[in-house]
């Protein structure tokens, strides 16, 4: 196996590409995907400073790598998610990364600084972690970056992520998601701009950046996401693909490119129907349609909870 | 040789020498969705692995929203 640039010795195969690398052409490759997302989805300009969501996973801390290496002004932000030991070896790598290479990496704690923490939130609210888990992480990364002054937040979704949230929205036909699908969201009404610069690159090729690069991120799984539908396309994805490579690329970025406007209308009116009175959240001043946005309610709502510890869960939904 | 799996933690032996893509094969394992890790490196898919080797099958595949 030899690699497509130099014809040394090649260390990954990428079926998808037809194409074999050496490290250093790996490497290489892994900017080039990114730059040309960054250029074709217009993400970011060559001056902009950009927040990126870390989480000590292998994509985030990649993503933070490349944009650096590509040359942006690339600061962290690590949320605390109180996730037992998950959370606090997670944001431990993240901490590693930021001070071995000298970066500013801003820290936030659900506990400390809001009072709850993901599996008290998901006993307290009785849906699946993930959900009071994403509303937390999207308030939280949207107000550091207004409140920062950053141009923009970049995300490590990268296209297996992308390809299962797709296959997921397609198998149900939810055509406000599919509308609002994109690599890019452009600034609004408050709201940053948010970015996912490694919708060309796979989950396979990310971990492999992260070892090329000496880059140690957490490998465990986060102990609420086990058996989650998400995985479970990834996996059926990932059984496609084996027999047929290139189809996520092709399935994610065909529909980007020949099937997502035709879901804009959709997506449009219900942003409209949402905000039409888009106003302030009266307690921490964040964009909401309502008095009180959806994060100040629930830390409203879990104030008084007894704080769940995990392994002790009980009667939460999937 | 020493095979260290995770997600849940186990270790395998495994004969040597033996291809990395049988050996995933062998324990059906589809590649798109480990990496093979041997002293820090990867190893592809047509490497061999000797019977003294330690190698890690590191899964790639994270869930969440
Ligand atoms: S898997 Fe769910 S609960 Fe765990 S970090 Fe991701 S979104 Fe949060
Ligand atoms: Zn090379
Ligand atoms: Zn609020």
């Known amino acids: 196996m030899k690699c497509r640039t130099c014809r040394g010795p090649a260390i990954i195969d990428l079926k998808a590409h037809n194409a074999n690398f050496c490290a250093e052409h790996f490497l290489a490759f892994c900017r080039e995907q990114v730059a040309r997302a960054i250029k074709k989805h217009r993400m970011l300009g060559p001056d902009e400073r950009v927040l990126v969501a870390v989480s000590g996973g292998k994509d985030s801390l990649a993503v933070w790598d490349i944009l650096l290496e590509l040359g942006y002004q690339a600061d962290g932000f690590v949320i605390g998610l109180g996730i037992g030991e998950y959370s606090e070896t997670s944001t431990g790598y993240a901490r590693a990364f930021a001070s071995e290479r000298g970066l500013t990496l801003h820290e936030t704690s659900l506990r400390d600084d809001h009072g709850f923490d993901v599996p008290t939130a998901a006993e307290v609210t009785r849906r699946v972690p993930c959900s009071a888990c994403g509303l937390s992480k999207r308030h939280l990364f949207d107000k550091a970056a207004i409140d920062g002054g950053y141009d923009a937040v970049a995300t490590g979704h990268n296209l297996d992520d992308e390809a299962a949230v797709l296959f997921g929205n397609t198998l149900r036909w939810n055509t406000e998601y599919l509308g609002r699908q994109r690599p890019v969201l452009p600034a609004r009404d408050g709201f940053p701009r948010k970015i996912k610069p490694l919708v060309r690159l796979g989950e396979r090729e990310m971990a492999a950046y992260c070892v090329i690069r000496g880059i140690d991120y957490i490998v465990e799984e986060c102990p609420m996401a086990a058996g989650n539908k998400h995985l479970r396309y990834k996996e059926a994805l990932n059984a496609i693909e084996a027999e047929s490579p290139g189809s996520k690329h092709a399935f994610y970025h065909e529909f980007l490119s020949k099937a997502a406007d035709r879901f804009a209308d959709d997506a449009a009116g219900a942003i409209a129907d949402g905000t039409s009175e888009l106003g302030t959240c009266t307690r921490c001043g964040s964009p909401s349609s309502n008095e009180v946005c959806a994060f100040c309610l629930l830390v409203e709502r879990t104030a008084d909870a007894v704080p769940v510890t995990l392994g002790e869960r009980r009667g939460a939904r999937r | ?65």
Do not use: F, H, Q, Y
Not at chain 2, 1 to 19: H, S
Not at chain 2, 33 to 38: A, E, M, N
């Open chain 2, 1 to 65: 040789m020493k095979v260290l799996l995770r997600n849940p933690r186990r270790e395998l032996d495994v004969d040597g020498p033996v291809r990395v893509d049988t050996l995933l094969r062998r324990l059906e394992i589809n590649r798109e969705s480990v990496l093979v890790i041997r002293s820090g490196e990867l190893v592809p898919g047509d490497a061999e692995l000797g019977d003294d080797d330690v190698i890690e099958i590191r899964p790639v595949i994270s869930g969440g929203a």
